[in-house]
Nanobody, 126 residues
């Protein structure tokens, strides 16, 4: 059974940093795409970053480029999202996701993944 357990959310002031983690299990971690998505109150879910674990290719939308970094630790099957220079617009529930049908990070980010973690809340105050 695919399981994704996200953690690391919290409350920070604008300009601060947070590091999210997503512990994955139930699938082969070293040849899959994994990603982070978020959903702010009243808004649709959007992709934040994706990574292919077999070649470490990453993708980011423009609004997080230079501020967010996705990475993975294959030894522990964990995906991280380092978030710096946070703004109130980054306030959202953040979800990690994967889809065993996608090993391409680009494909994952531009599709609706089939497997989701439970989400972790990030609140950024001004």
């Amino acid at each position: 059974e695919v399981q994704l357990q996200a953690s690391g959310g919290g409350s920070v002031q604008a300009g601060g940093s947070l590091r999210l983690a997503c512990a994955a299990s139930g699938f082969t971690f070293d040849d899959v795409a994994v990603g982070w998505f978020r959903q702010a109150p009243g808004k649709e879910r959007e992709w934040v970053s994706c990574l292919s674990t077999n070649n470490d290719i990453t993708h980011y939308p423009d609004f997080v480029k230079g501020r967010f970094t996705i990475s993975s630790d294959k030894a522990t099957s964990t995906v991280y999202l380092e978030m710096n220079d946070l703004t109130p617009e980054d306030t959202a529930v953040y979800y990690c996701a994967t889809d065993l049908g996608h090993s391409s990070s680009y494909a994952l980010c531009h599709s609706r993944p089939t497997n989701w973690g439970q989400g972790t809340l990030v609140t950024v105050s001004s």
